[in-house]
């Protein structure tokens, strides 16, 4: 069965920085987007970051400029490298990919989520 995992959480420093590693693994066909949402304590999930096969990027406003998504078509891995970050950048951060498996059926795919926390 398809898993996507994410892994590279932790605590860090207002103006630190963490990178979020996600990969899926399974009978998969193709990858048609992978992304990375949040979901603080008491708040909706929300987008942070996705990116598509072509590697085409969008950004939720919030974090312009500040985080990059980057992907490995290769591997089925899509990274997020957060920098200056800060203390309303904690929450829980889910991995999603939007895929083909090899029984042609199409389907969203979580993982588990990582917890980031930006405090001094």
């Known amino acids: 069965q398809v898993q996507v995992v994410e892994s590279g959480g932790g605590l860090v420093q207002p103006g630190g920085s963490l990178r979020l590693s996600c990969v899926a693994s399974?009978?998969?066909?193709?990858?048609?987007?992978m992304g990375w949402y949040r979901q603080a304590p008491g708040k909706q999930r929300e987008l942070v970051a996705t990116i598509t096969n072509g590697g085409n990027t969008n950004y939720a406003d919030s974090v312009k400029g500040r985080f990059t998504i980057s992907r490995d078509n290769a591997k089925n891995t899509a990274d997020l490298q957060m920098n200056s970050l800060k203390p309303e950048d904690t929450a829980v951060y889910y991995c999603?990919?939007?895929?083909?498996?090899?029984?042609?059926?199409?389907?969203?795919?979580w993982g588990q989520g990582t917890q980031v926390t930006v405090s001094s």
């Open positions: 399974g009978p998969i066909l193709r990858i048609n987007a």
């Open positions: 999603n990919a939007d895929l083909i498996t090899h029984w042609g059926t199409r389907g969203n795919y």
